[in-house]
């Protein structure tokens, strides 16, 4: 009995000592600020080894509604409310909101609002950059302070800000969707590349590169297709065009270097403006022809009318366009018209000229027809007056003639 006391004595006092224990521990537990996961005050939500490592114990901080999953995940935050990191270091040092990053390193460096990176190290050095989108492994990670880029695909704008002169980034609103598209952009804002290395750029402003490198410097300007690692474009299509009415338009050309515009008439654009005179005569050499296109370019075999740039080149090379690589390649039907019209005006005043002098001797024919007749009347009067002068004459003559005499026969 008195060992079964002992027992008893002994197991209270172990319990007692191991209950202490705890009880010691507990506090030393919540000193952890914050401990390494869990719910928190102010609706903060961390799992995994320093989320939200600096938020407030009792959230008495500005720090609101984050949610921090992985290692060192909002590692930083004390302020940033509405953020959600996932993946190792991702918004690592963030004090911004409304934030979402997804993926190891994601928002690393920010403290800005409204980004959003998915994907490995996308948008890693963003400090004050606000409401970019970047999608894709190392997408806009070196943009520091553009604002409204998206980037999707892997590297995409990922270059962005990496001046050799170590300047800030500038480049804004610009929009990147594929692998290294607008890769080397440094401080070109608006602009837009979709495809594979497209927009390769690093200054120029509102420039839309869809499968085109671009031009380095260049600004407000469309190129699609015609990449060099994939090879040109032999065909367009485009929907929409065919069969629409666009009154009031102008035509649409296109030179050797793919450039396309219209054909600008107004005097603001041109220079050395003089008469074409004689210039225009070279057409009437040209030698109009019908033909076929051959079956791989047109298989319905529609019959053409027009010229042969090669012939044309003869009569004046300045007729006739070329391609890329110096070729002739077609007639500049344009410059073929306005000669036309030259011609057709030259031959026009001389038809004019010729209707005036028709109507200077019609005029002429008319005076004298009149003048005729008024000669024809003024000459009958006369032979009529004269022919009354000559009857009265005659009757005097005839009165003053001396009576006949009668002869008597005695016989």
């Known amino acids: 009995m008195k060992s079964l006391t002992h027992l008893k004595t002994t197991t209270l006092s172990l319990l007692t000592v191991s209950a202490l224990g705890c009880f010691a521990v507990l506090p030393r537990t919540l000193a952890l600020v914050p401990p390494p996961d869990g719910d928190y005050a102010g609706a903060n939500t961390a799992e995994g080894d320093g989320a939200l490592n600096s938020l407030h114990p009792n959230a008495r901080g500005a720090a609101r509604d984050n949610t921090a999953l992985g290692f060192h995940t909002l590692y930083s935050d004390t302020t940033g409310s509405n953020n959600t990191a996932t993946g190792a270091n991702a918004l690592l040092n963030n004090n911004g909101n409304f ?112 499968g085109h490198p671009g031009v380095a410097g260049e600004s407000h300007t469309i190129r699609i ?62 030698k109009p022809v019908t033909f076929h296109y051959k079956k791989e370019l047109d298989p319905k075999t529609i019959p053409q009318f027009g010229l042969v740039a090669e012939d044309v080149a003869k009569v004046n090379p300045d007729l006739v366009a070329r391609d890329a690589q110096g070729k002739v390649y077609t007639v500049r039907y344009e410059a073929v018209n306005a000669m036309l019209l030259n011609e057709f005006l030259k ?16 005029a002429t024919i008319a005076q004298l027809k009149s003048d005729f007749r008024v000669a024809v009347t003024q000459l009958t009067a006369r032979l009529k007056e004269q022919a009354a002068q000559v009857q009265k004459v005659s009757a005097q003559l005839e009165l003053s003639k001396p009576p006949a005499q009668a002869t008597v026969n005695n016989q």
């Open 347 to 362: 031959e026009h005043r001389k038809v004019e000229e010729q209707d005036h002098k028709i109507q200077e001797q019609e």
């Open 99 to 210: 934030n979402t990053a997804t993926g190891s390193g994601a928002l690393s460096h920010n403290t800005a609002d409204s980004n959003t990176a998915d994907g490995y190290q996308a948008l890693y050095e963003n400090k004050t950059g606000s409401g970019n989108v970047a999608i894709g492994a190392q997408a806009l990670n070196s943009n520091t302070q553009g604002l409204g880029n998206v980037a999707v695909g892997a590297n995409v704008l990922s270059f962005v800000g990496a001046s050799t002169l170590g300047a800030n980034v500038t480049g804004n609103f610009n929009t990147a969707v594929g692998w290294l598209a607008l890769s080397g952009n440094i401080t070109g804002s608006d602009n837009i590349a979709v495809g594979v290395e497209a927009g390769k750029l690093s200054t120029g402003d509102s420039n839309i590169d869809i």
């Open 225 to 286: 297709g015609g990449a060099p690692f994939a090879g040109p474009q032999t065909a367009c299509y485009i929907a929409g065009i065919s069969g629409q009415t666009a009154s009031g338009g102008a035509a649409v050309y296109i030179n050797s270097d793919g450039k396309l515009g219209t054909s600008n008439s107004s005097i603001r654009f041109k220079d050395a403006i003089k008469p074409m005179d004689k210039a225009s005569e070279a057409i009437l050499a040209l």
